[in-house]
């Protein structure tokens, strides 16, 4: 297992490891162009591999979010027996999941780029899932200030397959004060409605006129406890249906945090995100430099198809057949305003 920095002409670095794929730092400029490291993780690869509970900066696979009691029908097949780690549903994979392998790393550049692209095999069975699918994952920093995550996998059986990345943002510095007064705006008119266990129930429902609506920019922190309340969920921790034709590479969602004037736009070509304000962090996990993540310290935008896709037959699919070729592509762009 090794790290790699990756760095452009304007001086951002990203710097990540093999180990889940994760993203460890990401520096970014300020107005003033004062750099800050915006994103939640450990120093070292053991402390990923021994208490990465929150999923800091990781590949999420093979499937992003939960599935509803650990099971699903394919094709005509009853799929079970897929790893319970989250009461009795599925999260994040499994025991196992993407961000707890080794990926093969190489090295790659091009114009106005360098990046690692990073390939495992997951075999058949594992985690419970069909099929051998061979995945890659590319990380792109570019000298636009962009960080581009290209997904592609095949599969020799037909399977199910969702990928995400999890990494943590908080735009004041992932040591800074609480990214609650970050302005947050989503391009989305609907969520999909969840049941206690924040498993989709099919139901898509409009945000007009409640805590879930970020049509327009808002604090993070104004409607964070509304949230909870309305999903028993404690905070924000839902898939919004974002507002774009399937398959069209659109932005889904801009943060800024107000004091260093440091914005992320988030385009992808995944029909929904899901954005979770940090709400089981608690203060237990100690990171880089010594700082304790204390609860909502850090937000995810985990571009993805919705949870629960293979249980509900009118969400967009997620199932992969030989043949196919699944490509995904996300870019977490970073400026100033
Ligand atoms: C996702 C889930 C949350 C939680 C975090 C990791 O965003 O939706 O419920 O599991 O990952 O802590």
């Not at 960080?147 to 199910?160: F, G, L, S």
């Not at 440091?262 to 940090?278: A, D, H, L, N, W």
Request: glycine share 12%.
């Amino acid at each position: 297992m090794e790290f790699f920095t990756l760095e452009n002409k304007n001086g951002m670095k990203l710097k990540l490891t093999n180990f889940g794929g994760i993203v460890s730092e990401i520096h970014v400029p300020d107005r003033d162009g004062t750099l800050a490291d915006v994103t939640l993780g450990f120093e070292t690869v053991e402390e990923y591999q021994d208490h990465n509970d929150a999923y800091f900066g990781a590949i999420i696979g093979r499937f992003g979010n939960r599935i509803g009691d650990c099971s699903f029908c394919l094709d005509g097949t009853y799929v079970s027996g897929l790893h319970a780690n989250d009461g009795k549903n599925h999260l994040h994979g499994g025991k196992r999941g993407f961000d707890k392998v080794v990926w093969d790393a190489e090295e790659i550049s091009g114009d106005g780029f360098t990046g690692v692209k990073l390939s495992y095999l997951s075999k058949d069975g594992e985690e419970g899932y069909p099929g051998n699918l061979q995945a890659t994952v590319i990380y792109k920093l570019t000298d636009a200030n962009e960080w581009v995550i290209e997904y592609e996998a095949t599969a020799d059986k037909t399977t199910v397959y969702n990928p995400t990345n999890h990494a943590y943002f908080n735009l004041a510095g992932h040591a800074g004060p609480s990214p609650l007064d970050h302005e947050l705006q989503i391009n989305s008119e609907f969520y999909t409605a969840t049941d206690d266990g924040g498993i989709p129930t099919g139901a898509i429902v409009p945000v007009a006129g409640c805590g879930m609506d970020f049509r327009q920019a808002k604090a993070i922190g104004q409607d964070v406890d509304e949230a909870g309340v309305v999903s028993s969920r404690g905070g924000f921790d839902h898939n919004w249906v974002i507002d774009k034709r399937p398959d069209e590479f659109a932005l889904a969602a801009t943060a800024w945090d107000p004091k260093s004037g440091r914005e992320m736009k988030v385009y992808t070509t995944e029909p929904g995100v899901q954005f979770y304000s940090g709400n089981f962090l608690d203060g237990s996990l100690k990171g880089k430099g010594g700082t304790v993540y204390q609860k909502r310290s850090g937000f995810c935008l985990e571009t993805q198809h919705f949870p629960n896709s293979p249980n509900i037959g009118h969400f967009p699919t997620t199932t992969l057949r030989p043949g196919e070729v699944f490509k995904s592509k996300t870019v977490y762009a970073f400026g100033v305003r």
